[in-house]
């Protein structure tokens, strides 16, 4: 019970009439099944700081945690007071102490590195440079050996005080700690793809949290638990609104309330970005044009950015999808990516702005391979960009696939800092429904090799900015947050989030060192408990994999709503919207050919690259169909052919789901009963849904390759018909219309 909404709540059920309140509260039917409050019901996320059970180390804890030497004011120094205050009082079940007098008796020293005592100072080294960085160090010497966080600006003590509870969550032991730590990159932010009117685009977890309707007056406590819960993980940005922008956000009436959630939001190190529409100078501006290179344009965007900077003096800058699906940009008026992003970036720079220009581009007027036209759209601009803009680029080069290779345009724009964007939500890997562990898939993102500046030049290097220098970094994870009660609709979703802050912090650290801290955090340190579900979190970004896209096939979804298998649209109006366009099946095979026979997509990348993915020696199998159109009878690794391999991996997919339903069951006693029982069902929809893919998909291709299913494969449950005949007109998270 330790959420600052969860605080209100309690106070609350002391009065008579808030307690009835509370018994409407536990009436109401929800229509979610993770909307329920109690025990275990995920609101705390991994904040939910359980008393320590080990008596040795609890004691350990007390004697050495209990009195405090902590910063004193508002702001960052009162949120760091207040974590300490709960966490330590719940874990160790004593209150601390702050001593505001004599120092010299704390256990616990949270300072700044420059206001330490002399007499500490010599015996800690100093933290690296940074207002983000910090040291926690337990002194070994002299008579007074405090543990002590340290830092040289506020945000530092702070991710400091949350790095310590979370190694008392952990149960690590304090006496010998001496760690250090920086960012891997500067801006580590959500995107939150929420619309005015509270819906979300491909949001699967309730409304938005953002309430603008009552913003800025009411301020839900949620702002202030979603706040501290990114800080907890480093996160020090987030960007409020879609990026299918409405102009309306920049209006005064809108400004207002954004002004609230960042004065809200300062205090944990959390900046705010918006999305800008590029024809917003007409829209609310009253002008007749936004071509970038018009004086009035450029003026307008200036003084908008003057009015932003004048409410919101931190103000982080703008996030923007131009000419992209239909959004304005500067190509309406026949002008460049190039100038879009360098004029906004000059609205924004003497204020010290950023822009993150999206490089999700592509177009139904172009005939070549979607999969090439981001890169040649943008590298050619190589070095031309303002010294503020980033180029945000997504995981992959077609759209959040379950497995995608990495983006081309990584390693290939030497002096043009590129920003990650991955998706959190999980628009193609089962909405919330599906427990998928993404972590997975973002760590073999960023330790793919580009080879651009020889071995070992990992995209996470280029996204770190230390493969060619880059001054300005950054990633961003579009949110799967939503209203539902435990934030993002299944439990294990919180994974992700935690997983993707993590990573933004340090992109070379390991999705299974991630899962280890989250569980540990989340359900217990019992090892009965963690290794079965970190093995089944692991396996998880692989099992839909198997039974949604495998072998490198992609984006075969049902269309518009991505829900479910849609192979066979064909009826779209643009060829790359629909799922033929990928999987190219004929009485022949399957699989793009983007070698030089094909797309020659593969020309984009590194020649070691290139060789390696098109040669059908060393391309691994995962990658197959991604870049190779091959024949039905192709034998695979294992001697059998492409087709019998397709049934065989749809089924080891469903077979996946199963073992991840027993590893549950198997723990059913260990984990609370409400959370237990809505996970529970959650697996069996993703069973159910896997084996829907798996046969939908395979007698979809049976009607090309005409052969039986392999024997492995269970017969399918229902006809093609049947399949092609479902409709999910109410399917959450479609892109509503826009304006
Ligand atoms: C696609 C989504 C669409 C987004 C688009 C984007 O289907 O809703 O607008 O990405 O990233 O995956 O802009």
Same mark, same amino acid.
């Given at each position: 019970?330790?959420?600052?909404?969860?605080?209100?709540?309690?106070?609350?059920?002391?009065?008579?009439?808030?307690?009835?309140?509370?018994?409407?509260?536990?009436?109401?039917?929800?229509?979610?099944?993770?909307?329920?409050?109690?025990?275990?019901?995920?609101?705390?996320?991994?904040?939910?700081?359980?008393?320590?059970?080990?008596?040795?180390?609890?004691?350990?804890?007390?004697?050495?945690?209990?009195?405090?030497? #902590?910063?004193?004011?508002?702001?960052?120094?009162?949120?760091?007071?207040?974590?300490?205050?709960?966490?330590?009082?719940?874990?160790?079940?004593?209150? %601390?102490?702050?001593?505001?007098?004599?120092?010299?008796?704390?256990?616990?020293?949270?300072?700044?590195?420059?206001?330490?005592?002399?007499?500490?100072?010599?015996?800690?080294?100093?933290?690296?440079?940074?207002?983000?960085?910090?040291?926690?160090?337990?002194?070994?010497?002299?008579?007074?050996?405090?543990?002590?966080?340290?830092?040289?600006?506020?945000?530092?003590?702070?991710?400091?005080?949350?790095?310590?509870?979370?190694?008392?969550?952990?149960?690590?032991? *304090?006496?010998?700690?001496?760690?250090?730590?920086?960012?891997?990159?500067?801006?580590?932010?959500?995107?939150?793809?929420?619309?005015? &009117?509270?819906?979300?685009?491909?949001?699967?977890?309730?409304?938005?949290?953002?309430?603008?309707?009552?913003?800025?007056?009411?301020? &839900?406590?949620?702002?202030?638990?979603?706040?501290?819960?990114? #800080?907890?993980?480093?996160?020090?940005? +987030?960007?409020?609104?879609?990026?299918?922008?409405?102009?309306?956000?920049?209006? !005064?009436?809108?400004?207002?309330?954004?002004?609230?959630? #960042?004065?809200?939001?300062?205090?944990?190190?959390?900046?705010?970005?918006?999305?800008?529409?590029?024809?917003?100078?007409?829209?609310?501006?009253?002008?007749?044009?936004?071509?970038?290179?018009?004086?009035?344009?450029?003026?307008?965007?200036?003084?908008?950015?003057?009015?932003?900077?004048?409410?919101?003096?931190?103000?982080?800058?703008?996030?923007?999808?131009?000419?992209?699906?239909?959004?304005?940009? !500067?190509?309406?008026?026949?002008?460049?990516?190039?100038?879009?992003?360098?004029?906004?970036? &000059?609205?924004?720079?003497?204020?010290?702005?950023?822009?993150?220009?999206?490089?999700?581009?592509?177009?139904?007027?172009?005939?070549?391979?979607?999969?090439?036209?981001?890169?040649?759209?943008?590298?050619?601009?190589?070095?031309?960009?303002?010294?503020?803009?980033?180029?945000?680029?997504?995981?992959?080069?077609?759209?959040?696939?379950?497995?995608?290779?990495?983006? !081309?345009?990584?390693?290939?724009?030497?002096?043009?800092?590129?920003?990650?964007?991955?998706?959190?939500?999980?628009?193609?890997?089962?909405? #919330?429904?599906?427990?998928?562990?993404?972590?997975?898939?973002?760590?073999?993102?960023?330790?793919?090799?580009?080879?651009?500046?020889?071995?070992?030049?990992?995209?996470?290097?280029?996204?770190?900015?230390?493969?060619?220098?880059?001054?300005?970094?950054?990633?961003?994870?579009?949110?799967?947050?939503?209203?539902?009660?435990?934030?993002?609709?299944?439990?294990?979703?919180?994974?992700?989030?935690?997983?993707?802050?993590? *990573?933004?912090?340090?992109?070379?650290?390991?999705?299974?060192?991630?899962?280890?801290?989250?569980?540990?955090?989340?359900?217990?340190?019992?090892?009965?408990?963690?290794?079965?579900?970190?093995?089944?979190?692991?396996?998880?970004?692989?099992?839909?994999?198997n039974?949604?896209?495998p072998?490198?096939?992609?984006?075969?979804?049902?269309?518009?709503?991505?829900?479910?298998?849609?192979?066979?649209?064909?009826?779209?109006?643009?060829?790359?919207?629909?799922?033929?366009?990928?999987?190219?099946?004929?009485?022949?095979?399957?699989?793009?050919?983007?070698?030089?026979?094909?797309?020659?997509?593969?020309?984009?990348?590194?020649?070691?690259?290139?060789?390696?993915?098109?040669?059908?020696?060393?391309?691994?199998?995962?990658?197959?169909?991604?870049?190779?159109?091959?024949?039905?009878?192709?034998?695979?690794?294992n001697?059998r052919?492409?087709?019998d391999n397709l049934g065989m991996k749809y089924q080891q997919?469903? &077979?996946?789901?199963?073992?991840?339903?027993?590893?549950?069951?198997?723990?059913?006693?260990?984990?609370?009963?409400?959370?237990?029982?809505?996970?529970?069902?959650?697996?069996?929809?993703?069973?159910?849904?896997?084996?829907?893919?798996?046969?939908?998909?395979?007698?979809?291709?049976?009607?090309?390759?005409?052969?039986?299913?392999p024997?492995e494969m269970?017969?399918?449950?229902? +006809?093609?018909?049947?399949?092609?005949?479902?409709?999910?007109?109410?399917? %959450?998270?479609?892109? !509503?219309?826009?304006?």
């Amino acid at each position: 019970m330790v959420g600052f909404f969860r605080r209100i709540r309690l106070t609350a059920s002391f009065c008579p009439i808030s307690g009835l309140l509370v018994l409407i509260f536990t009436l109401i039917p929800f229509t979610s099944v993770t909307a329920q409050a109690g025990p275990g019901d995920g609101y705390d996320l991994w904040l939910d700081y359980q008393p320590v059970s080990d008596t040795a180390l609890l004691l350990d804890y007390q004697q050495q945690l209990l009195r405090i030497q #902590a910063p004193e004011g508002d702001g960052t120094p009162r949120v760091i007071r207040e974590e300490l205050q709960q966490g330590l009082s719940t874990m160790l079940g004593r209150e %601390p102490v702050f001593e505001t007098r004599d120092a010299s008796r704390a256990g616990l020293v949270v300072m700044p590195y420059e206001a330490l005592p002399e007499s500490l100072r010599k015996n800690i080294p100093a933290p690296e440079a940074g207002i983000e960085t910090y040291r926690i160090h337990r002194v070994q010497k002299g008579k007074h050996r405090p543990l002590v966080v340290t830092a040289h600006g506020d945000s530092g003590l702070l991710y400091g005080t949350f790095h310590l509870l979370r190694l008392l969550q952990m149960h690590q032991p *304090l006496a010998r700690l001496d760690l250090s730590e920086a960012p891997r990159t500067d801006i580590r932010m959500l995107n939150h793809w929420d619309n005015l &009117d509270r819906t979300i685009e491909r949001g699967y977890s309730g409304f938005s949290i953002w309430n603008w309707q009552t913003l800025p007056d009411y301020i &839900d406590p949620r702002y202030m638990d979603y706040a501290r819960a990114n #800080a907890s993980v480093g996160i020090n940005g +987030t960007a409020l609104t879609s990026v299918n922008a409405n102009a309306l956000i920049l209006t !005064p009436h809108y400004l207002e309330k954004v002004k609230a959630l #960042a004065d809200l939001f300062r205090p944990y190190g959390l900046k705010v970005y918006l999305t800008a529409r590029f024809s917003a100078p007409m829209e609310i501006g009253g002008l007749s044009t936004a071509d970038p290179l018009d004086p009035g344009v450029i003026a307008w965007w200036r003084q908008k950015a003057d009015e932003i900077y004048a409410m919101v003096p931190d103000f982080g800058g703008f996030l923007v999808k131009a000419n992209s699906e239909g959004q304005p940009g !500067p190509q309406n008026y026949g002008r460049t990516h190039l100038d879009g992003a360098n004029m906004l970036a &000059d609205a924004v720079a003497p204020h010290g702005g950023v822009i993150m220009w999206r490089a999700f581009v592509y177009s139904e007027h172009d005939p070549t391979d979607r999969a090439k036209q981001a890169y040649s759209e943008f590298v050619p601009y190589d070095g031309k960009f303002r010294d503020n803009v980033l180029l945000q680029v997504k995981n992959g080069p077609i759209d959040f696939q379950p497995r995608e290779p990495f983006h !081309p345009m990584f390693g290939a724009m030497e002096h043009t800092p590129l920003m990650m964007e991955f998706q959190i939500t999980k628009e193609y890997l089962g909405f #919330a429904t599906h427990l998928v562990y993404l972590p997975k898939l973002f760590e073999e993102t960023l330790q793919s090799d580009t080879y651009r500046k020889g071995k070992g030049s990992t995209v996470s290097k280029v996204v770190d900015g230390s493969l060619f220098g880059n001054r300005l970094t950054g990633m961003a994870g579009v949110s799967n947050i939503g209203t539902d009660y435990n934030w993002t609709g299944h439990l294990f979703g919180q994974a992700d989030w935690y997983g993707f802050g993590r *990573l933004a912090w340090d992109p070379d650290l390991s999705s299974e060192t991630i899962a280890g801290e989250w569980l540990r955090c989340t359900f217990s340190n019992d090892p009965g408990v963690i290794a079965p579900l970190k093995a089944m979190m692991l396996e998880s970004r692989e099992a839909v994999v198997n039974y949604m896209n495998p072998l490198g096939l992609h984006h075969i979804f049902d269309t518009g709503h991505h829900y479910g298998p849609g192979p066979w649209v064909d009826n779209l109006s643009r060829p790359e919207w629909n799922p033929v366009y990928y999987h190219q099946a004929d009485a022949e095979g399957i699989g793009f050919d983007r070698t030089a026979t094909g797309s020659d997509a593969l020309s984009q990348y590194a020649p070691e690259v290139a060789r390696y993915f098109g040669n059908l020696e060393t391309c691994p199998e995962e990658y197959l169909l991604w870049f190779h159109h091959l024949p039905w009878d192709y034998p695979l690794k294992n001697g059998r052919t492409l087709w019998d391999n397709l049934g065989m991996k749809y089924q080891q997919g469903v &077979d996946q789901v199963r073992e991840m339903i027993l590893t549950w069951e198997s723990l059913e006693s260990q984990i609370p009963p409400e959370r237990y029982r809505q996970v529970h069902m959650l697996l069996g929809i993703q069973l159910k849904e896997a084996q829907w893919w798996r046969d939908a998909c395979m007698l979809y291709f049976q009607t090309f390759s005409g052969r039986e299913f392999p024997p492995e494969m269970e017969p399918p449950q229902h +006809t093609l018909e049947y399949y092609k005949s479902l409709k999910f007109p109410y399917a %959450p998270g479609i892109r !509503p219309r826009w304006n």
